[in-house]
């Protein structure tokens, strides 16, 4: 059930809306398509240059700009024999901000808590170490 201003509570989601939004993520899922929108955050692009820039066929990108596309992510305009592509609402970008947020956040935990693991293991180590033996000792 979307509302007048385009906001959509999550909760208030019917099975059919809830499997709109997971396709919307399974679209997003692939890391090429993650990069290609990044590319695109400078402005439009074609599918030689973006081929050229991520070292991929063309076949490659324009399989996955289609998809981008069908699914609304991107915009395409014929320009003579070229397609270019823009991203079609740049608020996909705050989604993928917030994303990567996230995900920098629990990276950052998780480094913490091996450093502290390693600290202890160290210290475990150190306290476990038999004291040397004198040289009048046998």
Same mark, same amino acid.
């Given at each position: 059930d979307s509302f007048a201003d385009g906001s959509c509570p999550m909760e208030t989601l019917?099975? /059919?809306s809830i !499997?709109?939004?997971a396709n919307y993520f399974q679209v997003l899922s692939e890391p090429m398509r993650l990069k290609l #929108?990044? $590319? @695109?955050? $400078?402005g439009e692009r074609n599918v *030689?240059? @973006? %081929?050229a820039q991520f070292g991929c066929s063309t076949a490659n990108v324009s399989k996955h700009l289609g998809l981008l596309a069908k699914s609304g992510f991107v915009e395409r305009q014929t320009r003579g024999n070229c397609v270019y592509y823009? #991203? $079609?609402?740049? $608020? #996909?970008?705050d989604l993928c901000e917030l994303v990567c947020g996230q995900v920098g956040r629990r990276l950052a935990a998780q480094v913490e /808590? !091996? %450093?502290? @693991?390693? *600290?202890?293991? !160290?210290?475990r180590s150190a306290s476990a170490k038999p004291a040397p033996r004198s040289k009048n000792e046998k």
């Open positions: 019917d099975d /059919t !499997a709109y939004v #929108i990044n $590319a @695109l955050r $400078a *030689g240059e @973006l %081929s823009r #991203i $079609a609402d740049p $608020a #996909i970008f /808590t !091996a %450093s502290q @693991l390693v *600290g202890l293991q !160290a210290q």
